[in-house]
């Protein structure tokens, strides 16, 4: 027995690494350029008000399209449109219904938001001076064509999905980071701030752009028809309430606390926003291929009613979280301001706001295993078809998000708030884990309980150690940061080279491949 759950939860782990690795690859790249691209508006707006009219501007129309779309299509879409899979021109027939409602619904909201940019930037941005509030409002215009553009986005990511295209969607956000860094270089000079937003516009066309080959390729053709009789719409209506509110809970806590922020003194929203796009990039390197594959495997298994294979896949997803992101929070507590300094620190950035962002990335990175865990386990609740209980937790967590950015932003300020985004992460992971164990009988198998164990272990060595060398080799970060990554890389494949080796294995496989 022993033997024999030793053997699915490994071929469990490989399944989950050599799906994950086509995500884990484009993000090697995708990342990095997403900090070239904030290192190049960090160089010409630094971490000015200017950016926090920008951030605030943006974070808007992103939150709109990741509430009503880029989280909830993955929660229902896949599923409905994964039963036409073996009719194409039905297929196609769907695509088409639910790209032509995403069309007119956005346009619609786009409509409407211009209408009312300015009481919706004055709800958004209640901390700014007024003339903050006109550039965050002709920010906010520029920006809004976003809404649409993402929708559609959305639509195609998620029937390229059904059909196993993992490359082309992840490929979106490379072309669009290129675009926002062209844009920021070229029309900075003329129009200032408003370069980044004619960027961020600019990129969403390309991303839409780049799917429609891949779209061809499979077979997938669009069609101005909008069958609302088709059995596929009433399914989504079914599935879609719940699984909006269930993905909408991660964002609207962020765009509180952003909010929030707002009345923080000058440079607290941009710090926010710098930092949080360095906690992101170990989340999106190993959390997200995790769970992105797990939400997939998941929902397959549970159709088949091979609980067993639930546990093991589950485990499994707990056991590479813990080794990928507790060496991942450890490095960035004691590094993180190596990494900002790296990063952002020239130009119109300053020392101070190195230092600004470090303490907000440190409240992020404390949270971050939890962060990762909360929205798997949202991901296992919608695999067995249970949207409530997700929803029902992330409610109560708005409000509770709200009354702690508001009690630690004002003896803490933005490592306040950074720090209220860890706590929720915490109580959103401990609420979903303990109703998923009472509801099902759940429990982590011993080889889990114990290699998880490890994983904090060697966190301890690893802190230990990155303390030690930060005392030894003072007033030289750049080489503390690089033995700091080396030894941190080393302990964790000590202890777990069994999981690195299938990672890398996987990696020369794609590469002789290709």
């Keep these: 027995m022993q033997y024999g759950e030793r053997l699915l939860s490994q071929t469990s782990a490989n399944y989950l690494i050599r799906k994950g690795s086509v995500i884990t690859g484009i993000t090697l790249v995708s990342r990095p350029l997403g900090f070239v691209r904030e290192a190049v508006q960090a160089y010409l707006f630094g971490a000015t008000s200017l950016v926090g009219a920008f951030v605030i501007a943006f974070n808007f129309p992103e939150l709109i399209q990741t509430l009503f779309f880029a989280g909830a299509t993955s929660a229902f879409l896949i599923p409905v449109c994964s039963k036409y899979l073996e009719d194409r021109e039905e297929f196609s027939r769907v695509y088409s219904l639910f790209m032509n409602v995403a069309i007119i619904v956005t346009a619609v909201v786009s409509v409407i938001l211009l209408a009312a940019s300015v009481p919706v930037v004055r709800l958004i941005a209640p901390g700014f001076s007024s003339e903050s509030r006109d550039v965050t409002r002709l920010l906010f215009i ?11 986005l959305s639509v195609m990511k998620a029937f390229l999905n059904a059909k196993e295209q993992f490359a082309a969607p992840e490929l979106s956000g490379i072309i669009w980071n290129i675009i926002f860094i062209l844009a920021a270089l070229t029309a900075s000079g003329t129009i200032g701030i408003y370069s980044l937003a004619v960027g961020v516009s600019l990129g969403a066309i390309a991303q839409v752009l780049l799917q429609i080959p891949y779209l061809r390729k499979l077979g997938i053709r669009y069609h101005m028809t909008i069958p609302l009789g088709h059995p596929s719409l009433r399914e989504a209506k079914r599935l879609f309430t719940g699984a909006l509110i269930a993905t909408s809970v991660v964002p609207i806590n962020s765009f509180i606390g952003r909010s929030m922020a707002t009345y923080l003194p000058e440079g607290g929203v941009a710090s926010l926003a710098y930092a949080f796009r360095i906690f992101l990039f170990p989340y999106s390197l190993f959390a997200v291929p995790i769970y992105t594959v797990l939400f997939s495997k998941l929902s397959r298994l549970f159709h088949e009613e091979d609980w067993e294979g639930i546990e093991s896949h589950v485990d499994s997803s707990l056991v590479l979280v813990c080794i990928t992101l507790i060496p991942s929070t450890i490095f960035l507590c004691f590094a993180g301001d190596v990494l900002v300094r790296l990063l952002y620190q020239r130009g119109a950035f300053s020392t101070k706001d190195t230092l600004m962002t470090y303490r907000a990335l440190s409240g992020y990175s404390v949270g971050l295993v939890f962060y990762a865990l909360s929205i798997s386990f949202v991901r296992i609740f919608n695999a067995r078809h249970d949207m409530k209980t997700p929803a029902v937790v992330g409610l109560t967590s708005i409000a509770l998000n709200a009354v702690l950015v508001y009690l630690l932003m004002i003896p803490l300020g933005n490592l306040g708030v950074a720090l209220a985004t860890s706590i929720i992460s915490f109580y959103n992971f401990l609420v979903l884990y303990v109703l998923y164990k009472k509801r099902t009988g759940y429990r982590p198998s011993g080889r889990t309980r114990k290699e998880i164990v490890l994983s904090f272990v060697a966190g ?38 069994n999981y690195y080796l299938t990672f890398l294995k996987r990696r020369q496989e794609k590469q002789i491949e290709s």
């Design 142 to 152: 520029i920006m809004l064509p976003v809404i649409p553009l993402h929708a559609i």
């Design 460 to 497: 301890a060595i690893v802190a230990l150690l990155l303390f030690g060398l930060r005392n030894v080799i003072p007033g030289r970060p750049y080489l503390f940061f690089t033995l700091g990554f080396l030894i941190t890389v080393a302990i964790y494949a000590m202890f777990f080279k």
